[in-house]
C-alpha cells in the first residue's frame, strides 16, 4: 500500500469514527461545558463594556481594566473595573448591574453599602443606579485612542508638506492625499462651492474620524474590536454636530423656503400649512437620518459577522462532526463579510460626509447657490 492510500483510508475511517458516534462527544462536552447561547455572545461583543475583553468567558476571561469614575452623593468614587470580578463581585458597596439595569454599575443598599467580596447567586441585593457615571468604558476608551492616531497622522502628514513642498508625495502622505483631494473636488466643491475652504476641515474631520473608527471596529483585537461607530449615542453626537453647524450656516433663503417653499400650490400653504409643516420636520429628519444610517449598517455588519461564528458552536453542540463540517463554511462567509466590511466602512464615512456637505449647502441660500454653480462650470 501507497503511502498516499494510507493518508486517504485513515482519514475515511476517522470521519466514519465521527459520523458513527456523535453522542458520546456530544455528551461529553455537555457535561464538562455550559450550553452556547449565541444571543448573548453577539450582543456583549456588540455594546459597550466597562472593561476590553481580550479572550475566555467568566471566571477565565482575560481583560483589560478600565477606571470606572462615579459621583455618588457628591463624592468622587474611581477604582479599577478589575474590582468587580467579570460583574461576580462588589467593591466598596459598587457591583455591575442585573435585570434592568444589567451593563450599568449599581450601588448596593442596606447591610451591604460597603460590602467587598463575591456576590452570592440567588441572593436579593437591594441596589440604585448611579446617576453620574464618567468612567472610562471601552467606547471612551477607543475614542481617545482613534483621536490620537489621527493626531499623530495629520501631524506627520503636515509637516512632510511643510519640510518637503515639492516633493512627490510618499508614505503616509501618499495615501491620505488622493483621499483628500477627492472628497475636496467630487464631494466639498460641488456641495459648498466658494465656501468649500471654509467647511473643507470639518468635513474631512467627519471623514477620516468615521472611516478609522471603522477599520478599528474590524479588527478583532486590542486596540481593535470596539463598536464605537456603531453606537447610537456616537453617531447621534456627529448628526447632531451636522446639524448645528446646518442651522447656524443657513441664510435667509433657506428659511424663506422651508416656510414659503417656492412652486407648491397656495393650497398647500394656506390655510393649513401642510408643505412648511413638512420641511419644518425635514429639518430634524436629515440628521436623525444619518445617526439610524451610520449606526444600522455597522451594527448589522458586526451582527452577522458574529452569527457565521456563531454557527460554528451551535452545530458543534449537536454533533462535533457536524460542527468540524460547518466550519470550513462558516470561515468562509466570515472572510466575505469582513471584505464586505472594509467596503462598508468606506461608503458610510463618504455617505455620511456626502449628505452633510450636501445640507449644509442647501442651507447657505440661492445667492450662495448660484456662485457655486458658477464655480463647478468653471
Keep these: 500500500m501507497s503511502y498516499k492510500g494510507f493518508e486517504r483510508k485513515l482519514a475515511v475511517v476517522l470521519c466514519t469514527l465521527m459520523l458513527v458516534f456523535p ?71 459598587y457591583a455591575m448591574g442585573w ?5 450599568r454599575i449599581v450601588k448596593l443598599d442596606g447591610n451591604y453599602a460597603d460590602y467587598t467580596g463575591h456576590l452570592e447567586e440567588g441572593q436579593e441585593y437591594e441596589a440604585h443606579v448611579c446617576k453620574w457615571d464618567i468612567s472610562i468604558t471601552k467606547n471612551v476608551c477607543a475614542l481617545f485612542i482613534s ?22 508625495p510618499s ?23 466658494r ?5 473643507a476641515p470639518y468635513l474631512l474631520t467627519l471623514f477620516f474620524f468615521i472611516f478609522l473608527n471603522n477599520m478599528l471596529g474590524i479588527i478583532p483585537i486590542f486596540p481593535g474590536g470596539a463598536n464605537l461607530t456603531g453606537n447610537i449615542a456616537v453617531t447621534g453626537i456627529l448628526a447632531l454636530i451636522t446639524f448645528f453647524v446646518t442651522t447656524f450656516s443657513s441664510g435667509k433663503e433657506y428659511w424663506k423656503d422651508i416656510f414659503n417653499t417656492p412652486g407648491v400650490p397656495w393650497w398647500l400653504k394656506i390655510p ?3 408643505m412648511p409643516l413638512v420641511e419644518t420636520i425635514g429639518i430634524f429628519t436629515k440628521p436623525f ?39 470550513p463554511v462558516s470561515l468562509f462567509f466570515y472572510i466575505f463579510m469582513g471584505l464586505m466590511e472594509l467596503l462598508v466602512a468606506f461608503i458610510q464615512a463618504f455617505v455620511f460626509t456626502l449628505l452633510s ?22
Design 289 to 327: 437620518v444619518l445617526m439610524v444610517r451610520l449606526f444600522a449598517n455597522i451594527t448589522a455588519g458586526h451582527i452577522i459577522t458574529l452569527a457565521f461564528v456563531s454557527l460554528i458552536f451551535i452545530f458543534g453542540q449537536m454533533s462535533p462532526a457536524i460542527g468540524w463540517a460547518v466550519s
Design 23 to 93: 453522542c458520546k462527544f456530544t455528551l461529553a462536552a455537555a457535561e464538562e461545558t455550559e450550553k452556547f447561547d449565541a444571543g448573548p455572545f453577539i450582543i456583549e461583543h456588540v455594546i459597550d463594556s466597562y472593561g476590553w475583553h481580550i479572550c475566555g468567558d467568566g471566571d477565565k476571561s482575560v481583560s483589560i481594566p478600565l477606571p470606572i469614575i462615579l459621583f455618588d452623593e457628591g463624592h468622587p468614587v474611581v477604582f479599577m473595573s478589575s474590582k468587580l470580578h467579570h460583574g461576580e463581585a462588589a467593591y466598596n458597596g
Design 171 to 193: 508614505g503616509l502622505q501618499a495615501l491620505v492625499e488622493p483621499v483628500i483631494v477627492f472628497l475636496q473636488d467630487e464631494v466639498i466643491t460641488p456641495s459648498l462651492g
Design 357 to 378: 456637505a450636501m445640507y449644509i449647502g442647501m442651507a447657505i441660500g440661492e445667492e450662495e447657490h448660484e456662485e457655486q454653480a458658477a464655480v463647478v462650470e468653471a
Design 147 to 168: 483621536l490620537i492616531l489621527i493626531t499623530c497622522i495629520f501631524l506627520s502628514v503636515a509637516k512632510r508638506y511643510k519640510e518637503h513642498p515639492n516633493e512627490v
Design 99 to 103: 435585570g434592568d439595569n444589567k451593563g
Design 272 to 274: 393649513l400649512p401642510i
Design 195 to 199: 465656501n468649500s475652504n471654509k467647511y
